[in-house]
């Protein structure tokens, strides 16, 4: 059975009938919301091409991208074609570049910064939680801090299918999260640091749900991306600030001196940080977290928003919010003369003519 879709990228050929349901959708409309997302994002059909989807199985959006990049890509599970781009009519069976995946290889996503093997998988009623997990998993960025990467994926796994089954848009999740990070700066300065860090914890928890959302049901949108990146961009130094001055009310207000050095630290130095992974990125195509693997090692503490709210939690469990945000200051002055380094490193290796590439590359097959 084929059905033709005419979609904003160009036409689409689908193969096959599958009344299995993932994400609260059904297979082929998750194929028409990758052929749709991809055109918005700028990618286009070759003249005279179309995609092909196979509906009996759910893959990785990966592969769509790929196939994108170079016409007459064809991704194969053996004698099954997967998706790709090939000339409108053709045999799947004759296209130019046939890849076949059950071989087991592993493929870079430069989007997510990680080396993974692309899931493939026979969508059923008896796998579609297992695939839902997977697909949820394989949006998961491989470089990030420790709290994402390891405390809360299972928590944001259930309220990601949570939100889904209830037809949540994504941007609904990231107001929610907005709303709670505005109380959480709220109470920092009102010097209720328990209360405020349940908040901030709930927000930490939806800035992941509301992506992995955005991703798994391919529904991202360039305002919730300004949503999303612009409060992640800015409220951290606000936090840290009013967490400063709710200190008065616990009677541990900080000196002026101290007050200024530390603002000046965790500020400064934050936005310092910031922008020499901006300039290592625009001067080497790439995130310096992905330069080399002890850059993607110190990701996972690096003074950002989640290692930091670690370092006043374990403060507020011994009653001194205060030293807590004295250590986030110094850890944040250390994460930035690590940065530096590297970025001056980075250059070196430049000026003697070696190349700069990701150790993630280096390793793929």
Same mark, same amino acid.
């Given at each position: 059975?084929?059905?033709?879709?005419?979609?904003?990228?160009?036409?689409?050929?689908?193969?096959?009938?599958?009344?299995?349901?993932?994400?609260?959708?059904?297979?082929?409309?998750?194929?028409?919301?990758?052929?749709?997302?991809?055109?918005?994002?700028?990618?286009?059909?070759?003249?005279?091409?179309?995609?092909?989807?196979?509906?009996?199985?759910?893959?990785?959006?990966?592969?769509?991208?790929?196939?994108?990049?170079?016409?007459?890509?064809?991704?194969?599970?053996?004698?099954?074609?997967?998706?790709?781009?090939?000339?409108?009519?053709?045999?799947?069976?004759?296209?130019?570049?046939?890849?076949?995946?059950?071989?087991?290889?592993?493929?870079?996503?430069?989007?997510?910064?990680?080396?993974?093997?692309?899931?493939?998988?026979?969508?059923?009623?008896?796998?579609?939680?297992?695939?839902?997990?997977?697909?949820?998993?394989?949006?998961?960025?491989?470089?990030?801090?420790?709290?994402?990467?390891?405390?809360?994926?299972?928590?944001?796994?259930?309220?990601?299918?949570?939100?889904?089954?209830?037809?949540?848009?994504?941007?609904?999740?990231?107001?929610?999260?907005?709303?709670?990070?505005?109380?959480?700066?709220?109470?920092?300065?009102?010097?209720?640091?328990?209360?405020? #860090?349940?908040?901030? /914890?709930?927000?930490?928890? +939806?800035? &992941?749900?509301?992506?992995? $959302?955005?991703?798994? *049901?391919? @529904?991202?949108?360039?305002?919730?991306?300004?949503?999303?990146?612009?409060?992640?961009?800015?409220?951290?130094? #606000?936090?840290?600030? /009013?967490?400063?001055?709710? +200190?008065? &009310?616990?009677?541990?207000? $900080?000196?002026?001196? *101290?007050? @200024?050095?530390?603002?000046?630290?965790?500020?400064?130095?934050?936005?310092?940080?910031?922008?020499?992974?901006?300039?290592?990125?625009?001067?080497?195509?790439?995130?310096?977290?992905?330069?080399?693997?002890?850059?993607?090692?110190?990701?996972?503490?690096?003074?950002?928003?989640?290692?930091?709210?670690?370092?006043?939690?374990?403060?507020?469990?011994?009653?001194?919010?205060?030293?807590?945000?004295?250590?986030?200051?110094?850890?944040?002055?250390?994460s930035l003369v690590v940065h530096a380094v590297r970025l001056a490193q980075a250059y070196a290796v430049k000026r003697s003519g070696q190349p700069i590439t990701s150790w993630m590359e280096v390793a793929a097959p």
């Amino acid at each position: 059975m084929t059905q033709l879709l005419s979609t904003t990228i160009g036409p689409v050929r689908l193969i096959g009938h599958n009344d299995t349901p993932i994400w609260g959708m059904s297979i082929a409309e998750r194929c028409r919301r990758m052929a749709d997302n991809s055109a918005k994002n700028g990618s286009a059909l070759a003249p005279g091409h179309e995609l092909i989807f196979n509906l009996t199985y759910a893959f990785d959006p990966l592969l769509l991208r790929l196939v994108l990049e170079t016409p007459g890509t064809i991704f194969m599970w053996g004698d099954a074609p997967i998706v790709g781009q090939i000339p409108v009519d053709s045999d799947p069976a004759q296209a130019p570049f046939i890849i076949d995946l059950s071989d087991g290889r592993t493929l870079y996503n430069r989007q997510l910064r990680k080396l993974e093997q692309p899931f493939v998988r026979e969508l059923t009623p008896s796998t579609r939680r297992e695939i839902e997990r997977r697909s949820y998993f394989g949006a998961y960025k491989g470089v990030t801090d420790l709290l994402t990467k390891y405390l809360w994926p299972e928590l944001a796994l259930i309220l990601t299918r949570i939100a889904a089954q209830l037809k949540m848009t994504p941007n609904m999740v990231s107001v929610i999260g907005v709303t709670l990070c505005l109380i959480a700066t709220f109470l920092f300065a009102k010097g209720m640091f328990w209360t405020g #860090f349940l908040c901030g /914890f709930i927000f930490m928890v +939806l800035d &992941t749900v509301d992506g992995k $959302l955005a991703r798994c *049901t391919i @529904t991202s949108s360039k305002w919730g991306n300004v949503i999303d990146h612009g409060v992640d961009l800015v409220h951290p130094p #606000f936090w840290w600030y /009013f967490w400063g001055t709710g +200190l008065i &009310t616990w009677g541990m207000g $900080l000196s002026g001196g *101290t007050f @200024t050095f530390i603002m000046t630290a965790v500020i400064v130095g934050y936005v310092l940080q910031r922008l020499i992974e901006g300039m290592f990125l625009k001067d080497f195509k790439m995130d310096i977290h992905v330069w080399q693997k002890f850059d993607s090692q110190f990701r996972l503490i690096t003074a950002r928003r989640n290692p930091n709210m670690v370092i006043l939690f374990v403060a507020l469990l011994f009653g001194r919010p205060d030293i807590g945000l004295i250590a986030l200051a110094w850890w944040t002055i250390i994460s930035l003369v690590v940065h530096a380094v590297r970025l001056a490193q980075a250059y070196a290796v430049k000026r003697s003519g070696q190349p700069i590439t990701s150790w993630m590359e280096v390793a793929a097959p």
